[in-house]
Nanobody, 120 residues
Framework: QVQLVESGGGLVQPGGSLRLSCAAS????????MGWYRQAPGKQRELVAS???????NYADSVKGRFTISGDNAANTVNLQMNSLEPEDTAVYYC??????????????WGQGTQVTVSS
């Protein structure tokens, strides 16, 4: 089994910063792409940022220039540095990983989610 555990959410004022972290563990052979998604109340889950195993990053237009995604292939971790946060960034943030396991399978895994609230 594979688990993704997120940390780093919380309450921050507009203009502030937060850093989200996600660690994958379990029967992992290797991980392909990893990413962060978010879901605000009443809205669909959307991609925030993703990163390939080779380090290529992709960002939603709404966070370009403010958020930075980074990954560590050896540690099976992915981080999201969020700067200049806006109230519109308020959402539950989910970590996602494309995992190749020891049993020859490949599955998409999700973390439990971490709340980010941007408010004065």
């Amino acid at each position: 089994q594979v688990q993704l555990v997120e940390s780093g959410g919380g309450l921050v004022q507009p203009g502030g910063s937060l850093r989200l972290s996600c660690a994958a563990s379990g029967a992992i052979l290797r991980i392909g792409d990893m990413g962060w998604y978010r879901q605000a109340p009443g809205k669909q889950r959307e991609l925030v940022a993703s990163i390939t195993r080779s380090g290529r990053a992709n960002y939603a237009d709404s966070v370009k220039g403010r958020f930075t995604i980074s990954g560590d292939n050896a540690a099976n971790t992915v981080n999201l540095q969020m700067n200049s946060l806006e109230p519109e960034d308020t959402a539950v943030y989910y970590c996602n990983a494309d995992v190749y396991n020891y049993y020859g399978g490949r599955d998409d895994y999700w973390g439990q989610g971490t709340q980010v609230t941007v408010s004065s």
